[in-house]
C-alpha cells in the first residue's frame, strides 16, 4: 500500500516562508517525478512544482523565483520551500507522486493535503 504523507502547512504573513515535505512510504519500486498542486476556494487544482527522479524541475510562472522545490530519494521524500509568500498563495496544497509498482504499473498517487495561508 503507498501512501504519501504531507506536512508542514499553516499560517504566514505575506513576505513569510514555509516548508511542505511529502514522504512516500515504504515498499516503492520506483518513484518517480514527485510534485504539488494547490487549490484555492472555488477555484481549480492547479500545478506549482515537480522534480523528476533526475532532478528537472518545472515551476508555475506565479511561483517562479519564490518557491524551490527539491529531494531526498534515499529517504523517498520531496520538499516545497516557499519563500515570500503572498496572499494568493492561499490554498490547500497537495503533494503527488508518480509511483511504479508491479501490481500496479506507472500511478499517479497524492497526499491528504496541507493547508497554507498567507495574511496580508
Known amino acids: 500500500q503507498v501512501q504519501l504523507v504531507e506536512s508542514g502547512g499553516g499560517s504566514v504573513q505575506a513576505g513569510g516562508s514555509l516548508r511542505l515535505s511529502c514522504a512516500a512510504s515504504a515498499n516503492i519500486f520506483r518513484l518517480n517525478t514527485m510534485g504539488w498542486y494547490r487549490q484555492a476556494p472555488g477555484k481549480q487544482r492547479d500545478v506549482v512544482a515537480s522534480?523528476?527522479?533526475?532532478?528537472?524541475?518545472a515551476y508555475a510562472d506565479s511561483v517562479k523565483g519564490r518557491f524551490t522545490i527539491s529531494r531526498d530519494n534515499a529517504k523517498n521524500t520531496a520538499f516545497l520551500q516557499m519563500n515570500s509568500l503572498k496572499p494568493e498563495d492561499t490554498a490547500v496544497y497537495y503533494c503527488?507522486?508518480?509511483?511504479?509498482?508491479?501490481?500496479?504499473?506507472?500511478?499517479?498517487?497524492w497526499g491528504q493535503g496541507t493547508q497554507v495561508t498567507v495574511s496580508s
Open positions: 522534480i523528476t527522479s533526475g532532478g528537472n524541475t
Open positions: 503527488y507522486a508518480n509511483i511504479w509498482t508491479p501490481y500496479r504499473g506507472s500511478y499517479d498517487y
